[in-house]
């Protein structure tokens, strides 16, 4: 999926971002999967009074730049891997996603895959 100019400088402009926002990005999803792409677009890490949030960018196969894409905050999908241990990884997809869950695709291969602490808190929040 590719970002239109217009898109990119409006994704630029979102304070508090944590990642540079690539120009293209792939689907998150299990190969095969129905439904629309969703792509990982931004972290935001959020203030005093409003809490950290996922933005995602989804699409349509059959229309990539069609009405149905549309890049907006989804909330996390709750599974965990190894819950309650100090090896737990939350899914990090969007809620109700088709297919496997982020953590069974593998652990990080390098210190520069790993996320910033708060960007990490977004996918790991502290348990209350």
């Known amino acids: 999926m590719l970002f239109l100019d217009s898109e990119l400088a409006e994704l630029h402009r979102i304070e508090g971002g944590g990642f540079e926002v690539e120009s293209a990005l792939y689907c998150s999803l299990q190969a095969g999967h129905a439904g629309l792409h969703h792509a990982y677009t931004q972290g935001i890490r959020g203030t005093s009074e409003v809490p950290p949030q996922n933005l995602w ?5 059959q229309d990539e730049y069609g009405p149905l894409r549309e890049t907006l905050v989804l909330p996390r999908c709750p599974a965990s ?17 088709e297919g496997r869950h982020g953590f069974e695709y593998g652990p990080p291969i390098t210190e520069a895959d790993l996320l910033p602490d708060w960007l990490f808190r977004l996918f790991f929040p502290p348990e209350e």
């Not at 960018?57 to 196969?61: E, K």
């Not at 891997?81 to 996603?97: D, R, S």
């Open 57 to 61: 960018t989804r699409w349509s196969s």
């Open 81 to 97: 891997f190894l819950e309650g241990t100090i090896a737990a990884e939350c899914c990090g997809l969007p809620l109700e996603h």
